[in-house]
C-alpha cells in the first residue's frame, strides 16, 4: 500500500507540480490555460525548469518542440540546461501541421511562404491563408503569459527577469528547438536580438526552386556567432544535403564546414557552428535519427543506460563562445592580438562591419576610439 502511495504522488507530482526525482532542481508541468483562459487550444502543459543550487547566469533557455510533438517529449535538454545554471522552458505551442507540408500543398511557388507562415504563429499576424493564428496563442504571447504566470506561481526563482511589463526581454534568451520548432527558434533569432540560436534537425526547403525559402538567408538581427545547428546524417525525414545547403543559407557554416561529433578529435569540435551526428537511436526508438540528436526516447545512451551520448554536444551547444579577441592597453594605444580570421568590428554588438585586412597585433591610438568599441572574428 505504502509504495503503490509512493508511486501515485510521484505521478501526480510530475503531472501537476514539481518532480522530486531531483532533490535539487525545481521542475514544473502547467498548462497554457492555466496562464491565460482564453487559450484553448494546443493546450497540452509547459515545462519548465530551475536549479537554484547552481549559480544562475540570467539566461533562459527557451525550447520549441517539432511537429506534432509536445514538450513533454523533450525534458532533459531543459533540465540539462538547467544543470548549466540556466532557467529554462519548453514551451508548447502552434504546431499542429508541418510548415514545409502546408506550403507545398497550399502556396508550392511562393518563395515566401514558409516565412509568412512561420511569422504568423510567432506573432499571430494574418500572413499566410493555410494558418490561423491568433494574437492569443502566438509564441510571443504564450511566452509572455507562461512567464508571468511561473513569476506570479514562484515568485522568488527569477522567471521576472526575462521581462518587462508586456515585453519579453528577448536578449536574454537562448532559443532552441526541434525540427519546425528549429525553424521557429531560428526565425525568431532572424528577427529578435536574442543571446542565442539553436537549431535540432530542421530546414524549410522550397520544392519549385530546389533550394532554401527566402527567409533563411535573410538579414539577421542575432549575430551570426551566436547560431548553432546539430542534424542527423541519416535522418529519415530531411535529406542531410539538403540541410548543408540551408546550414549555408542560415550562414552557420561561416566557421567551416559540419564536424561530425563522435568522431572529432576536439573537445570544442573545432570551434564549428555546424555539427552533425551518426549515431544509431536508442533502441526503443532504433529508426528515430530525426529524434535521435534531442528527443527523449530517442537520444543514445552511456553506459550507465541514463546520460544521453550527446551531452558534451548539448553543453557546448549552449555554451561556446567565438574565440575572444585579446586586448592590450597602453597609455596611448589599444593593441589587438588575435588568430588568423577575419576582423569585425561594432559599437552596439548588432551591426558587425568587417575591418580593411590586418595581421595581429592591430594597434589603435586611444584618443580615435569611441568610449565603447568592440571586436570579433568571424572566422576562427
Known amino acids: 500500500m505504502k509504495r503503490t502511495l509512493a508511486l501515485l504522488t510521484a505521478l501526480v507530482l510530475a503531472i501537476f507540480g514539481e518532480s522530486t526525482a531531483s532533490a535539487v532542481q525545481q521542475r514544473v508541468f502547467f498548462a497554457p490555460s492555466a496562464t491565460d483562459p ?25 525550447f520549441l518542440p517539432g511537429t506534432g510533438a509536445i514538450p513533454f517529449h523533450y525534458r532533459e535538454f531543459p533540465q540539462n540546461a538547467a544543470s548549466l545554471g540556466f532557467h529554462a522552458l519548453g514551451l508548447m505551442y502552434a504546431n499542429g501541421s508541418a510548415i514545409n507540408a502546408l506550403c507545398a500543398q497550399n502556396a ?3 518563395a515566401n511562404a ?14 499566410v491563408s493555410f494558418l490561423s493564428v491568433d494574437s492569443i496563442n502566438c509564441i510571443q504571447s504564450r511566452l509572455l503569459k507562461a512567464l508571468q504566470y511561473l513569476h506570479a506561481t514562484y515568485p522568488t526563482r527569477g522567471w521576472n527577469q526575462f521581462y518587462s511589463g508586456s515585453t519579453v526581454l528577448w536578449s536574454k534568451l537562448i532559443v532552441c528547438g526541434h525540427s519546425q520548432g528549429a525553424g521557429m527558434a531560428a526565425m525568431l533569432a532572424k528577427t529578435r536580438v536574442t543571446d542565442r540560436c539553436v537549431m535540432f534537425t530542421d530546414m524549410d526547403w522550397w520544392i519549385a526552386g530546389n533550394r532554401p525559402y527566402n527567409w533563411m538567408s535573410s538579414a539577421s538581427q542575432t549575430p551570426v556567432d551566436r547560431w548553432f545547428f546539430l542534424a542527423h546524417e541519416r535522418d529519415q525525414f530531411l535529406d542531410f544535403t539538403e540541410m548543408q545547403t540551408s546550414a549555408a543559407a542560415l550562414d552557420v557554416t561561416r566557421y567551416g564546414a559540419h564536424v561530425q561529433v563522435e568522431s572529432s578529435t576536439s573537445a570544442s569540435f573545432s570551434g564549428r557552428h555546424f555539427l552533425s551526428t551518426n549515431l544509431d537511436p536508442a533502441p526503443a526508438q532504433s529508426t528515430s535519427y530525426h529524434g535521435c540528436p534531442i528527443v527523449d526516447a530517442a537520444v543514445p545512451r552511456q553506459t550507465d543506460g541514463v546520460t544521453p551520448v550527446l551531452k558534451p554536444v548539448w553543453d557546448y551547444l549552449l555554451l561556446h563562445e567565438t574565440m575572444p579577441i585579446t586586448v592590450e592597453a597602453t597609455a596611448t594605444t589599444i ?16 551591426l558587425w562591419t568587417p575591418q580593411p585586412a590586418a595581421t595581429s597585433p592591430l594597434t589603435l591610438p586611444l584618443s580615435t ?6 571586436y570579433r572574428l568571424s572566422t576562427p
Open 38 to 62: 482564453a487559450i484553448t487550444q494546443f493546450n497540452n502543459n509547459h515545462y519548465a525548469v530551475v536549479d537554484p543550487a547552481v549559480t544562475s547566469r540570467g539566461r533562459l533557455v527557451l
Open 335 to 350: 593593441s589587438l592580438l588575435f588568430s588568423p580570421g577575419t576582423l569585425e568590428q561594432s559599437d552596439d554588438l548588432t
Open 114 to 127: 514558409a516565412g509568412n507562415a512561420r511569422l504568423e504563429v510567432i506573432d499571430g499576424t494574418d500572413r
Open 108 to 110: 508550392p511557388l511562393d
Open 369 to 374: 576610439l569611441p568610449s565603447r568599441r568592440f
